[in-house]
């Protein structure tokens, strides 16, 4: 039995790769996409997004909605797993997941996105889940009426406490540095709110507790004191990194781990292996440019498949 071969597989469904399912779609191409969920860092969103045209003021999560319908509109098959290796056998990629699949292609778009930085303390892997997230939008209401910490004093942490002052008792905002990245509005709504309190020159050293957390231990740099704050919540905002490891090996890298591709194309070193979006080198992290380099990618991936002689 000959095994099946797609056109196009795309991994990942965050802007870039659902605007890819999208074209592919349009484009007849026979197109699997594979991710673990829809969304990406934008189903995460606590705040408005204000500059995606021609909606508006939406939540993430709304967009993602709006943005999965369309998708799922189209004939492309849909596999919910992880992807854990990419080979390149002549013309055909082979794409390993977690699940235990092997899927075929002619060509791949990669368009996972970013993780988030890890603190790398003791506490953080043993207290996630139970106290430590990475996501207010999914966790924040479990605080309701608790004190709770957030690491980064950059406009992603400020956003985290000012969405989680409406939850949570008190917010401490941590920022390692002399004074917090944040500004406009996001820093003049923080300072306002009576619950939030900003601590500068804090360098987390552990998160503590039995079953649950019950405390964060920082160091004042300034005086270099240790210091114990009484929370039952962390949420670490300190910013994202490419999650490059199943294509490490096929695509050059930057200083910070994105992949090195294209200009116009975004196509890799490995012909027929595209990079859109925050996983790449380009310097703007935006969902309307993820969402255009989903589709322009596409579109090279389509003129790439149409000259292959197989």
């Given at each position: 039995?000959?095994r099946e071969i797609y056109d196009l597989i795309i991994i990942g469904a965050g802007p870039a790769g659902m605007t890819a399912g999208i074209y592919a779609g349009r484009l007849?191409?026979?197109?699997?996409?594979?991710?673990?969920?829809?969304?990406?860092?934008?189903?995460?969103?606590?705040?408005?997004?204000?500059?995606?045209?021609?909606?508006?003021?939406?939540?993430?999560?709304?967009?993602?909605?709006?943005?999965?319908?369309?998708?799922?509109?189209?004939?492309?098959?849909?596999?919910?797993?992880?992807?854990?290796?990419?080979?390149?056998?002549?013309?055909?990629?082979?794409?390993?997941?977690?699940?235990?699949?092997?899927?075929?292609?002619?060509?791949?778009?990669?368009?996972?996105?970013?993780?988030?930085?890890?603190?790398?303390?003791?506490?953080?892997?043993?207290?996630?889940?139970?106290?430590?997230?990475?996501?207010?939008?999914?966790?924040?209401?479990?605080?309701?009426?608790?004190?709770?910490?957030?690491?980064?004093?950059?406009?992603?942490?400020?956003?985290?406490?000012?969405?989680?002052?409406?939850?949570?008792?008190?917010?401490?905002?941590?920022?390692?540095?002399?004074?917090?990245?944040?500004?406009?509005?996001?820093?003049?709504?923080?300072?306002?709110?009576?619950?939030?309190?900003?601590?500068?020159?804090?360098?987390?050293?552990?998160?503590?507790?039995?079953?649950?957390?019950?405390?964060?231990?920082?160091?004042?740099?300034?005086?270099?004191?240790?210091?114990?704050?009484?929370?039952?919540?962390?949420?670490?905002?300190?910013?994202?990194?490419?999650?490059?490891?199943?294509?490490?090996?096929?695509?050059?890298?930057?200083?910070?781990?994105?992949?090195?591709?294209?200009?116009?194309?975004?196509?890799?070193?490995?012909?027929?292996?595209?990079?859109?979006?925050?996983?790449?080198?380009?310097?703007?992290?935006?969902?309307?440019?993820?969402?255009?380099?989903?589709?322009?990618?596409?579109?090279?991936?389509?003129?790439?498949?149409?000259?292959?002689?197989?």
């Open positions: 039995m000959a007849n191409l026979k197109t699997l996409l594979i991710a673990k969920n829809f969304g990406g860092q934008m189903a995460k969103k606590a705040v408005m997004i204000e500059n995606y045209p021609g909606v508006g003021a939406i939540y993430g999560t709304e967009l993602v909605s709006l943005m999965e319908k369309q998708l799922k509109s189209r004939k492309i098959k849909i596999e919910t797993d992880e992807v854990l290796k990419i080979k390149k056998q002549g013309e055909i990629f082979s794409t390993e997941t977690k699940n235990k699949n092997v899927f075929n292609s002619k060509a791949i778009i990669v368009a996972t996105g970013l993780v988030s930085r890890l603190l790398n303390v003791p506490g953080e892997k043993e207290f996630l889940g139970r106290g430590v997230s990475y996501c207010s939008l999914c966790d924040g209401p479990v605080f309701q009426g608790k004190n709770v910490a957030v690491v980064g004093g950059g406009n992603a942490g400020f956003e985290t406490a000012i969405f989680l002052s409406k939850i949570a008792k008190k917010i401490y905002i941590l920022e390692y540095g002399q004074k917090s990245k944040a500004f406009g509005a996001n820093l003049e709504i923080a300072k306002k709110a009576e619950n939030i309190e900003i601590i500068t020159n804090a360098e987390v050293k552990e998160i503590k507790g039995k079953k649950f957390v019950d405390s964060l231990i920082y160091e004042d740099k300034k005086n270099k004191e240790i210091k114990n704050l009484a929370v039952e919540g962390v949420f670490v905002e300190i910013g994202y990194q490419p999650e490059t490891s199943f294509i490490e090996d096929m695509v050059d890298l930057n200083d910070k781990g994105a992949a090195l591709v294209d200009f116009e194309s975004c196509q890799t070193k490995t012909a027929g292996l595209f990079v859109a979006g925050d996983l790449n080198a380009g310097k703007f992290k935006q969902i309307v440019i993820a969402c255009g380099e989903g589709a322009k990618t596409t579109l090279y991936a389509f003129e790439y498949i149409q000259h292959l002689k197989i």
